[in-house]
């Protein structure tokens, strides 16, 4: 059997630079990947759906165009579309690779199950290591829909494979990657209708951001069905049928599942070693990644932390320090997170109902996107800006920023709340005319009132 000084199940955005730094530092890293390098991000997540949304915005964009007085024809060639989406994940997916080769970290790529106390298998090797990190990520989680499984149906693992664009979509979920995916397709011209089973849109997110989404999705011409559950798939002849509980019939030639995700942990073994899951399947954490098996940590979604690349890379950052004998936390860091529909949707810190939740003498702002002189000029009215304070500090508490690029706005927020920040700081700023940043002072200033 091999020895070595850590090894890192699974190579997501927090074990790859783990093990990375690791084997850097001359020390032996083992990491097992049992599909592709650079895990869910970069191969069947945030790259490629983001490389696609950039053609698939690029196209909406010149069609919501008529009410700038540009009148354009859109062709899209969607072979073209799809050959740049796999080609900037096949780049990055090789750059790791060679990142990983590099700094001299033995890559397994097995199935890896832990088989006995700090030691983990895969294929046929067969190591033991003082330290063990689980960052296996989770999969698309399918529900047991009669007459789904055996059909050729579209999950984030398979939808950027596709080489034509289907004239209709379906698709099921009203979360991030059913809007974000199918928003896209229908920017691109599939005719696509959504399957929402409650009354809206991301439903964990504010009423507003729901609302507003849903009017940007019906202006693309998707149709959404809400308080709606898919009874029965069918699939002949190329065409999918998803009878709705209220008995209607949609048809289209593709049906994307998006309704969540389920902890890649079955195959670990975790038993073996007493790593605890929780009700789901996740790995039950302390403040500190520790696992409760001896030795063994996990870090980004399998672990049941908010699911996005940055929270899995900062665990990684935080994992690395509590190592080396730092006294950090996961818990201390400011959440921020986007939605790349369009709008977009920003969100950093607590809503105004979390805050009182917490019990704090909280108060929310909200500006519209159609009192902004950049957002009527610019044609992206729809949306909004709010910010959330603390009545009995006026520090800042949260921010939820609907509207063009709001992902990238929504960093001013994320800032001003890590460094503790008033609303009057942010209110004495003067910023750029005409920008959307020129709307935050602005947002502070309605505290005055
Ligand atoms: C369509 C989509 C779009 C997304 N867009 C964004 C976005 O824009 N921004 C954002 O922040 N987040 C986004 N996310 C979420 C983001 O991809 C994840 O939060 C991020 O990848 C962190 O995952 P991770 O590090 O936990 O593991 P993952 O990246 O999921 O990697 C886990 C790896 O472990 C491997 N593995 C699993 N079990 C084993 C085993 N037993 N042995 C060996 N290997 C194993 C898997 O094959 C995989 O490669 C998106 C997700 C999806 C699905
Ligand atoms: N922009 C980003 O950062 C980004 C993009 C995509 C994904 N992600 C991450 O990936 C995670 C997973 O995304 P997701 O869209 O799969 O999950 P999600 O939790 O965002 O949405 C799942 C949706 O499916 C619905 N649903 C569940 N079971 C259903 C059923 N049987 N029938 C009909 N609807 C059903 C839920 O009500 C919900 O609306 C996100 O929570 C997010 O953390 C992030």
């Given at each position: 059997m091999e020895t070595a000084d850590l090894i890192v199940i699974g190579s997501g955005q927090g074990g790859i630079p783990l093990a990375s730094d690791f084997a850097q530092e001359g020390r032996r890293a083992v990491i097992f990947e049992r599909d592709v390098l650079g895990g869910s991000c970069i191969n069947y997540g945030c790259t490629p759906s983001k490389a696609f949304l950039a053609a698939a915005h690029a196209a909406g964009r010149a069609r919501h165009a008529d009410k700038l007085g540009i009148h354009a024809q859109v062709n899209v060639d969607f072979p073209a579309v799809m050959q740049r989406v796999r080609g900037i994940k096949g780049s990055f997916n090789q750059g790791i690779h060679k990142r990983l080769e590099d700094a001299g970290v033995k890559i397994v790529f097995a199935e890896a199950s832990f088989v006995g106390e700090k030691t983990v298998a895969g294929g046929n090797f067969v190591v033991q290591a003082p330290i063990i990190v689980i960052n296996t990520g989770t999969s698309a989680l399918v529900p047991d829909i009669p007459g789904l499984a055996g059909t050729p149906y579209l999950t984030n693992r398979n939808f950027f494979d596709l080489k034509e664009l289907p004239p209709r979509l379906v698709v099921i979920g009203g979360g991030y990657i059913s809007l974000e995916l199918g928003q896209g397709l229908a920017r691109l011209g599939s005719q696509t209708q959504i399957i929402v089973r409650g009354d809206r849109l991301l439903d964990a997110e504010e009423p507003e951001v729901s609302a507003t989404l849903a009017q940007a999705l019906e202006q693309d011409g998707i149709k959404l069905h809400f308080h709606?559950?898919?009874k029965q798939v069918a699939y002949q002849n190329g065409i999918f049928t998803a009878t709705l509980n209220s008995g209607e019939e949609l048809q289209a030639e593709a049906l994307l599942v998006a309704t969540g995700r389920k902890p890649n942990?079955?195959?670990?073994?975790?038993a073996a070693t007493g790593v605890e899951l929780d009700d789901r399947g996740y790995i039950k954490i302390s403040?500190?990644?520790?696992?409760?098996?001896?030795?063994i940590y996990a870090i980004g979604d399998a672990a049941r932390q908010p699911a996005f690349t940055h929270v899995s890379w900062e665990d990684y950052r935080r994992l690395k320090a509590i190592l080396a004998g730092e006294n950090r936390t996961r818990s201390d860091r400011v959440l921020g997170y986007a939605v790349y529909t369009e709008p977009q949707v920003g969100r950093v810190g607590m809503t105004l109902e979390q805050a009182q939740q917490k019990g704090i003498n909280a108060r929310s702002v909200t500006l519209q996107m159609s009192q902004i002189a950049r957002a009527i000029e610019w044609g992206h009215d729809l949306g909004f800006y709010r910010m959330v304070i603390d009545n009995d500090t006026n520090k800042i508490l949260g921010a939820t920023l609907v509207g063009y690029e709001a992902g990238e706005i929504v960093h001013v927020f994320l800032d001003l709340i890590a460094a503790e920040a008033t609303w009057q700081l942010l209110e004495q700023s003067v910023h750029i005319?005409?920008?959307?940043?020129?709307?935050l002072p602005s947002l502070a200033r309605l505290y005055q009132q």
């Open positions: 709606a559950e898919a942990t079955q195959a670990l073994n975790a403040d500190r990644f520790a696992t409760t098996g001896d030795g005319h005409p920008t959307y940043g020129e709307a």
